[in-house]
Structure formats: structure tokens, C-alpha cells
């Protein structure tokens, strides 16, 4: 019994990780396309703001929220002692 | 990263090995670049290239030989994780997706971004949702991990059923990429190319299976970097002064607006309740600017080409059987991580690539008579890639006389730029070389399933190691030479039959992986109706759309047909689980244990303790 609960807190973190990251990425999303014309208005290094983040920022904001969670979840998984013996 | 336990077999000069690959690349680019301004025959040059090329891809896959299972089918579960996300990188996009993006990019501009962030979202749900459970699972292929799951040998066969027909269509659309683009190149018949492609995919991988495919696959992802980059990179630092093409390339905006204004293309009316029109195959216009909203980014059109995409992409069974070949559970995240990073470096310059190809055409060849175009512009026109024609006898070529096809798009750059032969041909190259990745991947992957899954669904006994490798290898030569015949065929729309495959194989495995690693409650019963239902839907809506020439459903084009075939899986699975008795104990522990990421593989486990009771 012990054991379960021990696993049902991990895996409730582990769960709250993988929705963050899934909440941040699609609310970045959704706010990149329902504010693309109004960023548009600006300029950045000679493309328009909403474009920008569309074709670049959102590529970078996803490689680094990946690596995020590579680097939370193996912090979750030693804190759980969850990787002894492989 | 902490230093691993155990690394039992990895080879530490591998990053090495790779650095003097890239380098032998660039060397072997500034000496053909170097014979050629001494006047060596163009011939010479296209047959250097491609025997060192073929030579060095055949080396590394034949020279990966092996007969033992287990390095056959996962590597050895040695891949280390940034060389397991090069291989992740190149074969989700493959040539196919990555010339067509560039083309849909060159003629529908922005409409692209809605397929590009479902190939984003794609690999960030396979990270967080999907890797680490699956490499805990271990299983050779998906088929092999359902029936791990359900304990069920029929789901396996079902399952195999289902992924047979997308993983042929994205075989057949690799090759006729990879022979379209070959043919460039080498002045051979069609059927004798398309031979001599065949023979470079099954020779790669009949020797070592997943451990050559991983190592042809790194250094084919470093030649489509190299081809695909260099290229732009020269040119954005002779359009706008910086090596950095992937953010330089909005300071051609205002230019490129004015080249499209004067050469007569006009910003239409945007149009939302339209479905998203992507470029056909053949020869078409140029009709849209680049830097216009429409249809494909609002709404309606953009959830479906996102989801369905992104469905695909989280769970094609190339891509998820990679998993299993890392080293651990951390490092099969960290695959993952390293795959979209590589993704990313080339969606972005996708787009970089469709702009600077459409602001030098529009420059140099729109406006100009016919004795000042480019001298290898022949390359595309002979191959029906680019039709340039006088019709009105003005003199010059209009905007309205040129018509180019769409995969020949990513061809168009160094050609219009007129860079030396050596670097055209080292790009014509690179797309050969993404084709034969994607087609070997998807070869292995198939005759896997075939094989692994239908004589292991039948009967129970694993037969001994080497006899398995021996099947699946004749197997891989029966598929190849099958997949080389519809080739020849008829002519197909590669970006279709990937985006049908994306949809088939997204209807079928998405939900039901969702559903067996995160629902407890969810049985045999609700995969089978899942699977059953989500294929059923997508393949009968596209049969009822393109073969018996039905009209469209809620504004859905068939190319995304798994935009239908998700949601009845999904809601099928769910259904039918409530209705049937839930999972055993059984069933039950094995979830449980899947869940966490420490212990022995599960697969590995189960196969030797059936080994030992025999």
C-alpha cells in the first residue's frame, strides 16, 4: 500500500509537469495566431512582430520548453528514486 | 547530464566519426567546386559525387551488419540520444515533407505555418506523452507494444493491418522523390534509376536493420544540412550580409512586396470559409503573395491541418519504434528533445528558403529574355520541373509564362543563383539523400511489422535470433521491389499520399495510444473499436472523396481526412470501454509498472523469461 501512494505522488507530479508544458505551449500557440494582425503592426529586425513569433519564437519556445521538461522530469524521477538499478 | 551507470556498448568517437564526416563533405564540395572552375565535364562532377556519396552510405550500412536480434531491431539500445534525434529529425520530415513545405511556403506563404507547427506540436507531444513509456515498454514495434499492453495477439495482427497502407504510401512518395530528384543528375532511363534507388535503399539497411539505419540516417541528416544550408547561407550573405538566413531574411519583405506588386501578383481578398488550397503536383503559377493571411491560419482550417498533422507526426510508427533503441528512459526523453532541435533548425530555414527562392526569381527571371537565364536552368525545364514559355512573342518571360511544380521549388535557389554546378548538385543530392532516409526508415519499419508482428501475432514461439533477421530481410526485398513497381506505376502527389498516411496513421494509433498509457479502465474491447473505427472513417472518407468523387464534409479536404477519423476513434475507444468489463489484474500491474521509469525493460524482461522456460 505503502508502495502505491509513493508511485501515486510521482505520477501526479509527472502529470502536472506534462500539462504545464502542454498549457504553455498551446496557450503561446493560440495567443501567436489570435494576435498575429494586431503584432503585426511592429517590426522587428525587418519582420513583422506576429510573424516572427510565429516562424521563429515558437520553434524556440518549444525546443527549450522540450528540454525543460527532459531535465524537470529526470529531477522527479531521482527525487522519487524512481532510476536505481537500470 | 550526469554521467550514465552503464554505457555498455556506446562508442565514444562516434561524435568524431560524424565531425570528419561533415568535414569529408565540405572538402569534397570546395574540390569539385575547385576541378570545376578547371573546366572538368559536367559529367565527371555528377559521377564523383554520387559514387562517394553511395559509397559512403552503402560503407556505414553494410559495414553495421549484424544477425543478432537485438541489435537488429532497436540497435542494441545503445543509440545515444542526440544521434537518435538526428534519425528522428530527418525521417518525420523525409524528402517528401521537406520539399513540399518548401513549395506550399513558395506558393501559399504563410498557409505552410499551419502544417510546420503541427510537425512542432507532433514531436512535443511524442515527448512528454508518448517516448518514456514506450521505451519502458521496449517493444520492437507499436503492434508489439499493444499486445504487450492488452495481452492480446489478435490486436497485434489488427493493428499491423491498419499501419500496412500509410507506411506504403510514404514509401512510395520517398522513392519517387528520390528518383525524380536522381534522375537530375544521372542520365539513365527512368526504370533503370528507379532500380538503382531501390537497391541503394535495401542494400543500407538488409545488413544491420536498425543499427544501420541509425548510422545511415545521422550522416544522410548531415548531407541534407549541409545541402540545404550552405546554399542559403551564401546567398543571404549576398542578399543581406549575414550568415544567419533564418532571421535575415524579413529585410527582403519590403523588396520582395514591390517584385511581387510590379510582376502582377495581387493580394486577393482574403477568404476564411475556404478550405486551405495546397499546391497540386504539377505544373501551376505563381498566384498569391507571400505575406498574406488567408484561409490557412484562421479557425476552423487551421485546427484540423494542425491536429491531423500533429496526430501523425506524435505517433508514426517510425518515430515511436526509435524509442526504443536508447540507452534509458532519461535518454529516450532527451532523444526527443534533440529531434525537435534539429526539426526546428530546419523549419526554420524553410520558410528563409521559399523567400530568398521567390524574391531571386522574381528578380532574375521574371522580366529577362531567354538568353540571359541562368546556364543549369536546363536541369529543371528538361525534367518538367519548370515550364518557361513565350506565348505572347513579347520577347520576355512574364510572370504568366512561367510555371513551375512544386517540388521542383527546392531545387530553384542555387540554380537561379547561379552558384557552381558542384553546389547545385550537392542540393539536387541532399533531397536524394532525405528521400533515401525516409524510404529506408519506412522500409525497416514495414517489413518489421510484417514479419515480426504476423508470424509472432499467429504463433506464439519466437523462433531462434538469426531465422527472424533472416525472414524480415526477405521480406525488406519483397517490399522494396514491390514499393519500386507501383513507382513506376502511375504518377502520385508524394505530399498527398504523406498527408493521407499522416491521417491514417494518426486515426489509428493517436487515441489508442493516448488512451492505453493514460486510462486505467481502458480494455481490449475499446483498442479494438478505436482502431477499427479511427482507420475505417479515414480510409472511407478518402475513398468516398477521391474514388467515388463525393463532395467535401464540413469543409474537411481528404489530404486531412484524420480530422474525422480522430475524433470517432477517440470516441468510439471511450465508449465501448464504459461498456465492456474493465482491465485485469494482470493488465493492471503492467500499467502500473510501465508508468515508472526505473527497472528492466519490460519487453526484454518478458523475453527472457519466455526463453528460459523453454
Known amino acids: 500500500m505503502n508502495e502505491r501512494s509513493k508511485h501515486g505522488s510521482y505520477w501526479i507530479g509527472t502529470r502536472v509537469l506534462i500539462l504545464s508544458v502542454l498549457t504553455t505551449f498551446f496557450v503561446c500557440l493560440v495567443s501567436a495566431l489570435i494576435f498575429l494582425s494586431a503584432m503585426d503592426k511592429y517590426e522587428l529586425i525587418g519582420f513583422p512582430l506576429g510573424y516572427l513569433i510565429l516562424s521563429n519564437g515558437l520553434i524556440i519556445l518549444a525546443v527549450g520548453l522540450v528540454f525543460w521538461f527532459v531535465d524537470r522530469q529526470h529531477r522527479l524521477d531521482h527525487k522519487h528514486r524512481m532510476i536505481e538499478d537500470i | 547530464m550526469a554521467i550514465q551507470a552503464s554505457q555498455p556498448n556506446v562508442n565514444p568517437r562516434l561524435g568524431q566519426y560524424f565531425a570528419c564526416f561533415t568535414s569529408a563533405l565540405f572538402a569534397l564540395v570546395v574540390l569539385l567546386i575547385l576541378l570545376e572552375q578547371l573546366g572538368i565535364a559536367q559529367e565527371s562532377l555528377n559521377l564523383t559525387m554520387i559514387i562517394v556519396l553511395s559509397a559512403l552510405t ?87 507494444f499493444l499486445q504487450f499492453r492488452f495481452q492480446s495477439r489478435s490486436l497485434r495482427l489488427l493493428t499491423v493491418l491498419a499501419l500496412i497502407l500509410p507506411a506504403v504510401f510514404i514509401l512510395i512518395a520517398e522513392l519517387r522523390i528520390g528518383i525524380l530528384t536522381a534522375s537530375l543528375v544521372i542520365n539513365f532511363q527512368y526504370q533503370t534509376i528507379s532500380l538503382l534507388v531501390g537497391l541503394i535503399v535495401i542494400m543500407s539497411v538488409i545488413g544491420g536493420g536498425m543499427r544501420s539505419l541509425t548510422w545511415i540516417q545521422c550522416a544522410l541528416l548531415l548531407l541534407v544540412l549541409v545541402g540545404f544550408l550552405l546554399p542559403l547561407t551564401i ?38 470559409s475556404q478550405l486551405i488550397a495546397l499546391p497540386h503536383s504539377g505544373l501551376q503559377k505563381i498566384q498569391s503573395p507571400f505575406l498574406q493571411y488567408s484561409s490557412g491560419l484562421s479557425g476552423w482550417n487551421f485546427i484540423v491541418v494542425f491536429s491531423c498533422i500533429m496526430a501523425g507526426i506524435s505517433t508514426l510508427p517510425t518515430l515511436l519504434v526509435r524509442c526504443g533503441t536508447t540507452l534509458d528512459i532519461y535518454e529516450a526523453r532527451k532523444s526527443v528533445a534533440w529531434g525537435i532541435f534539429l526539426l526546428g533548425i530546419i523549419i526554420m530555414s524553410v520558410p528563409a528558403y521559399a523567400v530568398f527562392a521567390k524574391y531571386i526569381t522574381l528578380k532574375d527571371i521574371v522580366g529577362s529574355t531567354f538568353d540571359q537565364l541562368p546556364q543549369w536552368i536546363s536541369l529543371l525545364t528538361d525534367s518538367g520541373q519548370l515550364s518557361l514559355s513565350d506565348t505572347n512573342q513579347s520577347g520576355n518571360l512574364d510572370l504568366n509564362e512561367i510555371m513551375f511544380a512544386r517540388d521542383g521549388i527546392a531545387l530553384i535557389l542555387p540554380i537561379v543563383a547561379e552558384f557552381p554546378y558542384s553546389l547545385i548538385a550537392l542540393t539536387i543530392l541532399s533531397v536524394t539523400g532525405a528521400a533515401i532516409a525516409g524510404a529506408t526508415a519506412q522500409l525497416l519499419s514495414l517489413s518489421n511489422m510484417i514479419t515480426d508482428d504476423v508470424l509472432y501475432g499467429l504463433w506464439r514461439v519466437p523462433g531462434p535470433g538469426k531465422n527472424r533477421v533472416i525472414i524480415v530481410r526477405v521480406t525488406m526485398c519483397l517490399i522494396a521491389t514491390g514499393a519500386i513497381w507501383l513507382v513506376n506505376f502511375r504518377d502520385l502527389d508524394g505530399l498527398k499520399l504523406l498527408l493521407w498516411s499522416l491521417s491514417l496513421s494518426g486515426a489509428t494509433l493517436f487515441p489508442v495510444l493516448i488512451y492505453s498509457i493514460w486510462w486505467n479502465r481502458f480494455n481490449l474491447f475499446g483498442a479494438m473499436a478505436s482502431i477499427i473505427s479511427g482507420f475505417a472513417v479515414t480510409v472511407l472518407y478518402i475513398w468516398f472523396t477521391e474514388v467515388a468523387g463525393g463532395s467535401d464534409l464540413f469543409g474537411i479536404s481528404n489530404m486531412f481526412a484524420g480530422a474525422l477519423g480522430i475524433p470517432s476513434a477517440f470516441i468510439a475507444g471511450f465508449a465501448v470501454s464504459l461498456m465492456t468489463p474493465s482491465t485485469s489484474q494482470k493488465v493492471f500491474e503492467i500499467i502500473e509498472d510501465m508508468r515508472i521509469p526505473g527497472g528492466e525493460t519490460l519487453y526484454d524482461r518478458a523475453h527472457r523469461l519466455a526463453t528460459r522456460k523453454h
Open chain 2, 58 to 144: 552503402l560503407s556505414l550500412g553494410i559495414g553495421a551488419s549484424t544477425n543478432d536480434v537485438h541489435e537488429f531491431f532497436v540497435a542494441g539500445r545503445s543509440v545515444s540520444a542526440n544521434f537518435n534525434g538526428f534519425t528522428l529529425a530527418i525521417s518525420s520530415l523525409g524528402a517528401t515533407g521537406l520539399v513540399a513545405l518548401i513549395g506550399i511556403f513558395f506558393f501559399r506563404g504563410l498557409d505552410a505555418f499551419a502544417l510546420e507547427l503541427g510537425w512542432l506540436a507532433g514531436f512535443i507531444l511524442m515527448a512528454v506523452l508518448f517516448a518514456p513509456y514506450l521505451r519502458k515498454m521496449g517493444a520492437f514495434t507499436i503492434p508489439g
Open chain 2, 235 to 272: 546567398l543571404a550573405i549576398l542578399l543581406t550580409n549575414l550568415p544567419i538566413p533564418q532571421l535575415t531574411y524579413g529585410t527582403l519583405f519590403d523588396d520582395l512586396i514591390l517584385l511581387e506588386q510590379s510582376s502582377g501578383i495581387v493580394i486577393d481578398a482574403p477568404v476564411t
